[in-house]
Nanobody, 122 residues
Framework: QVQLVESGGGLVQAGGSLRLSCVVSGSTFSINVIGWYRQAPGKQRELVALISSGGMTNYASSVKGRYTISRDNAENTVYLQMNRLKPEDTAVYYC????????????????WGQGTQVTVSS
């Protein structure tokens, strides 16, 4: 069984920074691609960044240049460094993963974790 647990959210002022962590436990070798997603009130969940086991990354245009996704395989942890935060970044952030790239790209998962709340004040 694979489990992913998010942490690191909080309340920050616009222009501030946060680093989110996603700790993966269980059969971690089977998770080749991990993505960070966010869901704002009244909106659908959207992919903001992903990283493959080989280090390939992709970002949503809304966060490109401000967010950085990284992966520490030794610690089984994926990070999302968020800089120059904006009020529109406010959302619950989730991580999830799958061996198949396209499933992560589409965000098609049978289950999601609790997520971590990020609130950016103006």
């Amino acid at each position: 069984q694979v489990q992913l647990v998010e942490s690191g959210g909080g309340l920050v002022q616009a222009g501030g920074s946060l680093r989110l962590s996603c700790v993966v436990s269980g059969s971690t070798f089977s998770i080749n691609v991990i993505g960070w997603y966010r869901q704002a009130p009244g909106k659908q969940r959207e992919l903001v960044a992903l990283i493959s086991s080989g280090g390939m990354t992709n970002y949503a245009s809304s966060v490109k240049g401000r967010y950085t996704i990284s992966r520490d395989n030794a610690e089984n942890t994926v990070y999302l460094q968020m800089n120059r935060l904006k009020p529109e970044d406010t959302a619950v952030y989730y991580c999830n993963g799958d061996p198949v790239f396209d499933r992560v790209w589409r965000g098609s998962f049978g289950s999601w974790g609790q997520g971590t709340q990020v609130t950016v004040s103006s």
